[in-house]
């Protein structure tokens, strides 16, 4: 699996996705093997919709845990660099140069982003532009809606 792509993620983050994996492993797996021979011992399994709901449950539990497992083991996770510029895992406070509004976000991994926390993908247009800038940088974001200027205000 060496040519799978990099997870970049907070140590809270992998923490997260190993307390998942845990209780998928075993806790929601044992379930469901539970739930499976329950659905057997009712008979006929070709009209046996329990048993077909359980082999789904089943099916959803194995495929979450791959890829739990596929993601902690490409896990590069962020460290705090504070080197003065943009980084995954920075927060940062910019300031849209168009209406003077500020906010304040914070540059996550994709499989952390979190738009109502204020966590942005290393991957959107917003992180993409203010990657490797400094404070007081003005640089342009080229989103979907068109472009538009920020400037960094502070770097955390």
């Given at each position: 699996?060496?040519?799978?792509?990099?997870?970049?993620?907070?140590?809270?983050?992998?923490e997260k996705m190993k307390k998942e994996l845990e209780y998928?492993?075993?806790?929601?797996?044992?379930?469901?093997?539970?739930?499976?021979?329950?659905?057997?011992a009712l008979g006929d399994l070709s009209e046996n919709a329990e048993y077909d709901a359980a082999r789904a449950a089943q099916a959803e539990v194995e495929n979450k845990i791959s890829e739990?497992?596929?993601?902690?083991?490409?896990?590069?996770?962020i460290t705090d660099n504070n080197t003065g510029k943009v980084s995954i895992g920075s927060k940062v406070t910019i300031k849209y140069v168009d209406d003077d509004e500020?906010?304040?976000y914070t540059i996550v991994g994709s499989k952390e982003a979190d738009p109502f926390s204020n966590k942005i993908s290393n991957e959107s247009p917003i992180a993409k532009a203010i990657l490797n800038k400094k404070v007081k940088?003005?640089?342009s974001v080229d989103s979907p809606n068109g472009?538009?200027?920020?400037?960094?205000?502070?770097?955390?």
């Open positions: 699996m060496s040519d799978a792509k990099e997870v970049y993620l907070t140590a809270d983050g992998l998928l492993k075993l806790e929601r797996r044992p379930e469901v093997i539970q739930l499976l021979k329950e659905a057997r739990l497992e596929m993601m902690i083991e490409n896990a590069v996770v500020t906010e304040e940088d003005i640089v472009k538009y200027d920020i400037e960094i205000l502070k770097i955390s």
